[in-house]
């Protein structure tokens, strides 16, 4: 049997498509993944806590809640969900071919909606079930403007671009913000440092690094550690924000789709065509600019859209 549409993911991206192309008749197959990058099915909401610029949620909405929120909408259209991980496709050919540990299938198009995993360090009191999310996270954009962070020192962990970026989104919030570096120079390009260096807010860490997070019930203190003199102190701090980059799960390809340097799938600008012409991706493994739920589930219906108008085109 071939399937007309296979996505594969479980995030706003996936459950958009989802709803797209089962109201479009295509009887989408979804494939949600089992801990698939380190992720539960739902994606990367399920880690937080709560979602507060979603339209539709003025009240906001609790990320494990939204995504069960998604998952419903798309079985009401009829959308069949395997918790299962896609570990292998095979694209040289149409239809194409996939695998999960449990089946084989078939799909005369595929919409990759696997997303990126947050990188995050392994610190003493950061890890899931401690101050992660209590004080500990990977999106400032996301979390930065909550009340906890409201007129406190706050820490970044990151030398990069999309370290000092978040950083100085983060001043409009915090009183302080310390940037985190182990080494005494910093990667990111220099006109993001320069910005970051000007904001009167931010300071730079050279050389440190960050040995644990403490706090009761939320962060309270961060330990960082004087790489070259080995002296460490404690300061009080309501966040830590980790942005060390983000890996895009995109593994399971094979190398049979193009992808940038940092391994994201390369879509054609304005669209969610892949390198090969089928198979379209949308959400977060697709993009590294914007990484929001919203613009995942903009890109999903964009995703739904051009399949449907492809299998038009090529019904076979
Ligand atoms: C801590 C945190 C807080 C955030 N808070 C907000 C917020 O408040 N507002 C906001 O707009 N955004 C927020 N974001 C960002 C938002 O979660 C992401 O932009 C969005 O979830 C991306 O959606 P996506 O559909 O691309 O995929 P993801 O949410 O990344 O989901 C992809 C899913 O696909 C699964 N998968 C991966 N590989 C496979 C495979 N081979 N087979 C099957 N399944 C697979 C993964 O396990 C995962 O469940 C936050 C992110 C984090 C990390």
Not at 14 to 43: C, K, N, Q, S
Not at 158 to 180: C, N, P, Q, W
Request: one cysteine or more; charged letters at 25%.
């Amino acid at each position: 049997m071939v399937d007309h549409v296979v996505i594969i993911g479980s995030g706003p991206a996936a459950h958009t498509a989802a709803i797209y192309t089962a109201r479009a008749d295509l009887r989408p197959v979804l494939f949600e993944g089992w801990m698939a990058g380190g992720v539960a099915a739902g994606g990367q909401l399920t880690t937080t806590t709560d979602v507060e610029n979603f339209p539709g949620f003025p009240e906001g909405i609790g990320g494990p809640e939204l995504c069960d929120r998604f998952r419903a909408q798309s079985l009401r259209f009829g959308t069949v969900i395997h918790t299962e991980t896609v570990t292998r496709v095979d694209l040289s050919a149409r239809p194409f071919r996939y695998a999960t540990d449990e089946r084989e299938g078939q799909a005369r198009a595929l919409i990759i909606a696997t997303g990126a995993t947050a990188r995050r360090d392994d610190i003493p009191g950061t890890r899931d079930g401690e101050l992660w999310q209590k004080g500990v996270s990977a999106c400032a954009v996301c979390d930065g403007a909550l009340p906890m962070f409201r007129d406190k020192p706050l820490f970044v962990i990151g030398g990069g671009d999309s370290a000092m970026e978040e950083a100085t989104f983060l001043t409009k919030f915090a009183s302080r913000v310390y940037i985190v570096h182990r080494r005494d120079e910093l990667r990111a390009s220099q006109i993001m440092q320069e910005r970051a260096r000007a904001n009167p807010k931010v300071e730079i860490l050279y050389s440190h690094q960050v040995t644990a997070v403490e706090g009761d019930g939320v962060v309270q203190r961060t330990r960082v550690k004087d790489l070259k003199t080995g002296a460490e102190r404690a300061i009080e701090s309501a966040g830590l924000f980790f942005a060390i980059g983000r890996k895009p799960n995109t593994d399971f390809l094979g190398g049979q789709l193009q992808l940038d340097d940092q391994g994201y799938i390369v879509t054609t600008p304005g669209t969610t065509a892949t390198s090969v012409p089928g198979v379209f991706a949308a959400g977060d493994v697709q993009d590294k600019k914007y990484r929001q739920a919203i613009t995942a589930a903009g890109s999903g219906c964009m995703a739904a859209l051009e399949a449907e108008h492809f299998l038009s085109a090529h019904p076979a």
